[in-house]
């Protein structure tokens, strides 16, 4: 069965600071996605890794993917309050729209 | 553009009674899947619908069954609730579901049962 993991599961950084949330998956797979989940709310996409060495960024939001180390990576720059939610990795297996999710990595910023 | 519809919004049930949860995919997308989130288990899929048919299934009880019509909207059903099946239900629609496309998130149904 495929197991996804992250770390840290929690998370509480200053403002301006920087960090990184990685996520290992046990199985082969090239696709790896970013969520983010606000507290009561839906999972909104950050990013979507499809292919080994995959880089992607967005505002202070840096992502990666490593598929010979089965490692991704959520990098954050110079934190601020807004950035404050849960972070998950997901992975999919390819054989359609299912994702086996990490257990999430909950981000606090403080002023 | 509209994005994935949930409906309804928070739903209490009773231990033993059954639910229909009904989920519009945004226009186009043919791909619909299910989760569930609780805070003891995390995000668990339960069941992926392409064009009609499950294409894939997660480990769930036959309590829970899902299906899929020809505008693409989905419901998923469960039976028989018990107490552990309170959770926060999300949907997910994609354009084509080959692992390859974005998936969105619905806002979801929180169920609770009592």
């Known amino acids: 069965e495929l197991k996804v993991e992250q770390n840290p599961l929690f998370l509480s950084m200053q403002e301006g600071k920087n960090y990184t949330i990685y996520c290992n998956y046990s199985?082969?797979?090239?696709?790896l996605y970013w969520y983010r989940q606000d507290p009561g709310k839906s999972l909104e996409s950050l990013f979507v890794?499809?292919?080994?060495?995959a880089v992607k960024q967005e505002g202070r939001l840096m992502a990666s993917l490593d598929t010979k180390a089965r490692l991704s990576t959520l990098h954050i720059t110079a934190a601020v309050h807004d950035l404050s939610a849960t972070y998950f990795c997901?992975?999919?297996?390819?054989?359609?729209?299912?994702?086996?999710f990490g257990t999430g990595t909950s981000l606090t910023v403080i002023p | 553009k509209a994005g994935v519809t949930q409906t309804p919004r928070y739903l209490i049930k009773t231990r033993g009674q059954q639910v229909t949860l009904s989920c519009s995919p945004i226009?186009?997308?043919?791909?619909v899947s299910w989760y569930q989130q609780t805070p003891g288990q995390g995000l668990q899929f339960l069941f992926e619908?392409?064009?009609?048919?499950?294409?894939n299934k997660g480990n769930f009880p036959g309590r829970f069954s899902g299906r899929q019509f020809s505008n693409s909207r989905s419901e998923m059903n469960v039976s028989t609730l018990e107490l552990g099946d309170s959770a926060l239900y999300l949907c997910?629609?994609?354009?084509?579901?080959?692992?390859?496309?974005?998936?969105?998130f619905g806002q979801g149904t929180r169920l609770t049962v009592v």
């Open positions: 997910a629609s994609s354009l084509a579901g080959t692992g390859s496309t974005e998936a969105f």
């Open positions: 199985t082969t797979s090239d696709r």
């Open positions: 890794l499809l292919s080994n060495g």
């Open positions: 997901a992975v999919d297996m390819g054989t359609g729209n299912q994702f086996y």
């Open positions: 226009s186009g997308h043919r791909s």
């Open positions: 619908y392409f064009s009609e048919t499950q294409r």
